[in-house]
């Protein structure tokens, strides 16, 4: 027995918008894998393992924390450290601040 398809919300995407996202996430890959690393500097490992690079866009680091309580510690004490390991790393861009948002369970 054949499963019903999926309904689709909305129209395709058009092959300009495809390959316009797709350069962007190839974009972020080098990237993610720097922020990455400068957190693993000056961060236990098992929070690096919870936090995500989202985007850094004018000056501004975007991560995203998988838990309520790290989200606090970090916020509290560690921004700092965060912003000049991820400015070390990430040359000749300045990062003139670290956005951290609360991410969904995966």
Known sequence: MRRPEPE????????????????RDLDKAPRRQKVADALSECLEEE???QIEFLRLRNGVLSLEVQSAPLLAELRNFHMDDIRRACERVL???????????????R
């Open 8 to 23: 689709r919300s909305g129209k395709p995407l058009a092959a300009g918008d495809l390959l316009k996202d797709l350069v």
């Open 47 to 49: 929070w690096v393992e």
């Open 91 to 105: 040359e000749p861009e300045r990062i003139h601040r670290v956005q951290l948002t609360l991410g969904g369970i």
